[in-house]
């Protein structure tokens, strides 16, 4: 492979060029109610070339290797008209070009276990919530993901790196008449098999709560005080902070850019941010990204003060910031683009207990169900929350979703608990997904969230 | 494909085959700048064989080995998963218009030319910052079954999406257009999103309450998804429908009717078949306001003993690969049929309320239900039948069994959305939570 990379590297005329060819490994085994929908392994391959010459920049992904020289005369026209109407030529961050092979260190190798023990464990997981009557369906899946990436500059890097992602998730349905609930349940991650296994709990937890949600009010909506949990905090500060910790995202963008400048306050005292690719054992763990640069533990935000950012080669030569290795595609379809790898707010020293108290009346919300991003503002919804009386945890509330501004929301956190925990399964929508996105916090007192209620 | 066919024939009681071409050139403008140029070559062949009723599975992006895909799909069909429909004898299919030859002298010169020229003119009108993004894309289908279907179709397109950012937003007002081919677009259409903008550049606080909301067609989709969600054959097989057992009944309001037709070649992307080579038909959801149809793929309407209608299509929601996904019911053509008044005449009938120009946070919420509560991604606010301003922290909430029941009106002209061709249409008495 290595030899092909390299003779189709030798016919690009470019000051500078890189080629990634991946081979995609992918296990499904999908339980809709009862039945088994969906069995099999397959493997898909293909490339991405990107070629800077001359301050233009372009990329092609291709399938088929015969096209190669045709992928490499497009992106060398692209780059040209890119080029000739560039107000400012795209530069490239200056790095050291490295030679690597990186497989991750694994609690259980998937590819050791036969597919009969995936389906028996994910048929185990299932059951749980089909056994209960008021469950009306499910949509558990195991998915195993196995990207075997290559990548080669005409810097000379030469980087092969293995990314294994395992994961039983989906959704339990309850329904009681034309009333219909439902939640999410998940255990994952990139570190091996292992982490799927006696997770019982996690599938048992989640079938009660969907059942109870049948008998649930719907929130009223307004402006409250809450305290979110893990699941939720992650999802705020991947959706509202995050993604415009991401460079590309505000590069243009003048106000977004403006607002964001290095040294800004942003948040409360107590909000420490950062991004952290390198952590071994979590979902977002890499250690090389898709321009062959080291991912780098990254300090977005330290006691409400923005101090980083996410770059690829092109940003960081743009805003003059280091490289910290967060370009990174979804697999061989596409170039890649700025992703948070393990983002989590650091945890502050207070027990579930002393936030309870702190907020006295409010809401406390659980888990995640979606969030989206729109300059400053942001919407995520919760799979449920429960009433806060005076300290106490009181009624089960649904339909929650909640909307905020990003500056104002991180200067409303008024408290952080001591419990920080992070997400096992991820699903990042920016034009491409990214199943390995991991983010979390510990439980947080925001004020003033408006809720959308009936 | 003939010799895989065979190959696959030999192992299997059914086999079917399915392979795709695409080629797609990305451009994006930002802040009136060409920012990116990124071109896709990319194929991929899938199989499906059936024995003894059990279905196997297989895809490959580079078919080097007929074999060993016919043996995955084999180790597939060992999962045990039930096949309990037959791949279809189709033919006598229409001749759609699908392909515009000039696709291929579209250069994407033409294109950066075209985004230069629609950034100036916004730029002018607006001051603002211009983002634009315009892709073209040409695909070409073929399915084959051993039943005998042996169908091809090609595709081409061209997109263009203005938009005019609102400052300290990644938003603003923004129109998709698509054809065949590259055309230039009209100035007036520009004019228009040009114009709504500068109306929407104030500012302002509402103080919540129950109002008049316009939903834009960019922002249709909020709504078309739980109803997509409701009228899967899917969803009524696993009981988590409210539609079921519904046909008959009037569920939204009588100015409502929703049809899906994939049929419909004046609008780029028809098909006369879908992924499973089954043919695609006029197929009309709601007529009037009353549930007239659910729509399914060969697996749900073999499930629920109903005719297949066309809609088992390869597709995903969240990014993900499509060839790697079986069929499954989606509506790709969903059109709501337009009213009698115009874009003016819609806003002039709002004493105060709301046009949510984008959704944010659409997919979160309770789906199946029908429950919405979204952010405004933005959201204009009209006075006396004026748009005075946009309000920046909001969000709007309900069911769309209730809301979509309050229909006070709806544009009489659509436009290419996600999800399908929608005109703006305005509801009654939604919630509003703001912070005032």
């Known amino acids: 492979m290595s030899k092909n ?57 291709f399938t088929d290797f015969q096209d190669h020289e045709k992928a490499i005369h497009s992106a060398l026209e692209n780059a040209h008209l890119m080029s000739s109407h560039a107000k ?24 050791d276990i036969t597919i009969d023990e995936k389906t028996q464990l994910t048929r185990k997981y299932n059951s749980l919530a089909m056994q209960n009557p008021k469950v009306a369906t499910t949509n558990i899946s195991y998915i195993e993901m196995i990207r075997e990436k290559h990548f080669l500059s005409t810097e000379g890097s030469e980087i092969n790196e293995e990314l294994i992602t395992t994961r039983i998730s989906g959704l339990i349905t309850s329904r009681n008449g034309n009333l219909i609930q439902n939640v999410r349940a998940a255990v994952g991650g990139s570190n091996g098999f292992a982490i799927l296994k006696n997770r019982e709990d996690v599938f048992e937890n989640k079938t009660r709560i969907a059942v109870d949600l049948l008998k649930a009010e719907p929130i009223t909506g307004g402006c409250c005080n809450a305290i979110v949990n893990q699941s939720l905090g992650g999802v705020f500060t991947h959706e509202a902070f995050g993604h415009f910790s991401e460079a590309d995202i505000i590069e243009n963008n003048r106000s977004m850019r403006e607002k964001m400048q290095i040294g800004a306050r942003l948040g409360s005292e107590i909000v420490n941010i950062t991004d952290d690719p390198t952590l071994t054992d979590q979902l977002g763990h890499y250690k090389y990204d898709d321009e062959g640069i080291a991912a780098c533990r990254t300090f977005l935000l330290k006691n409400g003060v923005l101090v980083g950012r996410l770059h690829s080669r092109r940003t960081s030569a743009a805003y003059g910031e280091p490289v910290n290795g967060h370009c990174v595609a979804e697999d061989y379809r596409y170039a890649p683009i700025i992703r948070m790898g393990t983002i989590f707010m650091e945890p502050g020293k207070e027990t579930f207990e002393e936030l309870l108290d702190k907020l006295g009346n409010g809401f406390y919300i659980l888990d995640a169900k979606g969030g989206q991003t729109s300059g400053e503002n942001f919407t995520f919804g919760a799979q449920y929350g429960y009433v806060v009386n005076k300290g106490k945890i009181g009624k089960m509330v649904r339909d929650i979703n909640i909307s905020g501004n990003l500056y104002a929301t991180l200067k409303n956190i008024e408290a952080i608990g001591a419990d920080l925990k992070l997400s096992e399964v991820g699903g990042c929508g920016k034009g491409q997904a990214n199943i390995r996105s991991c983010y979390g916090t510990p439980h947080l007192i925001i004020n003033d969230l408006i809720i959308g209620g009936k | 494909m003939d010799d895989l066919l065979a190959i696959a024939r030999t192992c299997s009681d059914q086999a079917e085959l399915y392979s795709i071409e695409q080629t797609e050139d990305t451009i994006v403008f930002e802040d009136s700048k060409l920012h990116d140029i990124k071109s896709t070559i990319q194929s991929g062949i899938t199989i499906r064989l059936i024995k003894d009723r059990k279905l196997g599975f297989a895809y490959s992006r580079n078919l080097r080995d007929k074999k060993s895909l016919v043996d995955s799909a084999l180790a597939s069909l060992k999962g045990g998963v039930e096949a309990k429909f037959d791949f279809p004898m189709s033919r006598g299919f229409p001749q759609l218009d699908t392909y515009d030859d000039k696709i291929s002298e579209t250069t994407n010169t033409m294109v950066v030319d075209e985004c230069l020229r629609i950034s100036s003119l916004l730029q002018e009108k607006t001051n603002a910052q211009i983002y634009i993004d315009a892709a073209k894309k040409t695909s070409r289908t073929k399915i084959m079954n051993s039943t005998g279907a042996h169908l091809s179709t090609n595709m081409s397109s061209y997109l263009i999406m203005p938009q005019i950012l609102f400052p300290g937003s990644a938003t603003g007002i923004y129109r998709s257009f698509v054809f065949k081919t590259f055309q230039r677009l009209d100035d007036q259409c520009l004019n228009d999103l040009a114009e709504m903008y500068n109306r929407g550049q104030r500012e302002m606080k509402t103080a919540g309450g129950k109002m008049k909301v316009l939903f834009m067609p960019e922002s249709m989709y909020a709504f078309i998804w739980r109803l997509q969600s409701a009228t899967s054959g899917e969803s009524i097989f696993h009981r988590q429908s409210p539609l079921a057992g519904k046909l008959g009944e009037r569920i939204f309001s009588e100015k409502l009717t929703i049809t899906d037709d994939a049929l419909d070649d004046s609008k780029p992307g028809a098909r006369p078949f879908d992924d499973e080579g089954v043919p695609c038909r006029k197929h009309v959801l709601v007529e009037k306001g009353v549930l007239r149809n659910y729509y399914y793929d060969l697996n749900y309407a073999a499930q629920m003993n109903a005719e297949p209608t066309g809609h088992g299509f390869k597709t995903t929601r969240w ?6 996904v079986k ?11 337009p009213g009698k008044q115009d874009f003016g005449q819609l806003i002039k009938s709002m004493d105060r309320g709301i046009i949510v120009c984008g959704a944010l946070g659409a997919h979160s919420g309770n789906i199946p239900n029908g429950d919405f509560s979204i952010g405004l991604s933005p959201g204009l606010y009209v006075d006396k039948g004026e748009i005075v301003g946009r309000i920046k922290e909001a969000m709007i909430a309900g069911n769309i069994y209730e809301v979509m029941k309050r229909v006070v009106g709806i544009e009489g002209k659509s436009y290419p959305a996600y999800t399908g061709y929608y005109p703006a249409v305005l509801f009654d008495d939604i919630s509003v939570a703001s912070r005032s």
Not at chain 1, 89 to 95: D, H, K, L, S
């Open chain 2, 327 to 337: 069929p499954a019911p989606v509506t790709k053509y969903l059109t709501i049929e």
């Open chain 1, 88 to 111: 400012q030529p795209v530069v490239f961050a200056t790095t050291t070009a490295l030679k690597e092979d990186y497989k991750p260190r694994l609690n259980g190798d998937p590819r």
């Open chain 2, 319 to 324: 990014g993900g690969d499509t060839l790697s």
């Open chain 1, 5 to 61: 990379l390299k003779s189709a590297l030798e016919k690009v005329r470019a000051e500078y060029a890189d080629i990634r060819y991946e081979k995609k490994s992918e296990t499904k085994i999908v339980f809709n109610g009862e039945d088994l929908t969906e069995i099999g392994s397959n493997t898909t391959d293909g490339y991405v070339i990107r070629i800077l010459n001359k301050g233009g920049y372009s990329s092609v992904a």
